[in-house]
């Protein structure tokens, strides 16, 4: 397989490698491997778009999951439930307005920030938190939050039967407790 080498700048012969890295995060070490071109001719590991190197992206997730961090995703699709921008949901939780963005794309969250949005994805801390904030939200913010409420509060708790049948459906159960229960 061919591929350009950046180093000898030219069209050369290369294989995939296993690179094996230790990645410090926030005081701590992590061991991850990815997938890593190795030019024959000049010995350089190299990443291309095909083999990107996800190494630092590896190494965070090992840290959230050590710490128990909600993950980049976990955050999104509950900003997308609320319907809110990203600077929507900092402004509710009192962050910093890039705040959100920055956590979507992948920045390590502060634990208490992390707490703060764990809370929020309860009925009743989230009920706590608009009481709180409600003064500095939009109406459409407010109205958003309120169907997110009012949704979570009714939805119905399937039975035995209704579980089983469930199973094939997707239900969401991540660990931080907070629940996505099947739409019946
Ligand atoms: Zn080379």
Same mark, same amino acid.
């Given at each position: 397989?061919?591929?350009?080498?950046?180093?000898?700048?030219?069209?050369?012969?290369?294989?995939?490698?296993?690179?094996?890295?230790?990645?410090?995060?926030?005081? =701590?070490?992590?061991?991850? =491997?990815?997938? !890593?071109?190795?030019?024959?001719?000049?010995?350089?590991?190299?990443?291309?778009?095909?083999?990107?190197?996800?190494?630092?992206?590896? !190494?965070?997730?090992?840290?959230?999951?050590?710490?128990?961090?909600?993950?980049?995703?976990?955050?999104?699709?509950?900003?997308?439930?609320?319907?809110?921008?990203?600077?929507?949901?900092?402004?509710?939780?009192?962050?910093?307005?890039?705040?959100?963005?920055?956590?979507?794309?992948? !920045?390590?969250?502060?634990?208490?920030?992390?707490? !703060?949005?764990?809370?929020?994805?309860?009925?009743?801390?989230?009920?706590?938190?608009?009481? %709180?904030?409600? %003064?500095?939200? =939009?109406?459409?913010?407010?109205?958003?939050?309120?169907?997110?409420?009012?949704?979570?509060?009714?939805?119905?708790?399937?039975?035995?039967?209704?579980?089983?049948?469930?199973?094939?459906?997707?239900?969401?159960?991540?660990? =931080?407790?907070?629940?996505?229960?099947?739409?019946?």
């Amino acid at each position: 397989m061919k591929e350009i080498c950046p180093y000898c700048m030219d069209k050369k012969e290369v294989k995939v490698i296993e690179l094996k890295e230790k990645i410090p995060v926030k005081g =701590s070490s992590f061991s991850v =491997s990815t997938k !890593a071109l190795e030019c024959r001719t000049c010995k350089t590991k190299f990443s291309t778009k095909k083999y990107p190197n996800v190494a630092i992206e590896k !190494a965070f997730n090992l840290y959230r999951e050590k710490n128990c961090l909600l993950l980049p995703e976990q955050i999104k699709s509950f900003r997308k439930e609320l319907k809110l921008t990203q600077g929507e949901l900092s402004k509710l939780f009192g962050f910093g307005g890039v705040t959100i963005s920055r956590y979507e794309s992948g !920045a390590i969250q502060e634990k208490s920030h992390d707490n !703060a949005l764990r809370m929020g994805m309860t009925i009743d801390g989230m009920t706590t938190l608009l009481n %709180q904030m409600k %003064q500095l939200l =939009s109406d459409k913010t407010i109205k958003n939050i309120e169907t997110w409420i009012m949704e979570k509060k009714y939805i119905r708790i399937p039975s035995l039967k209704e579980k089983a049948k469930s199973v094939v459906q997707k239900s969401i159960i991540d660990f =931080s407790g907070y629940k996505t229960l099947p739409r019946l």
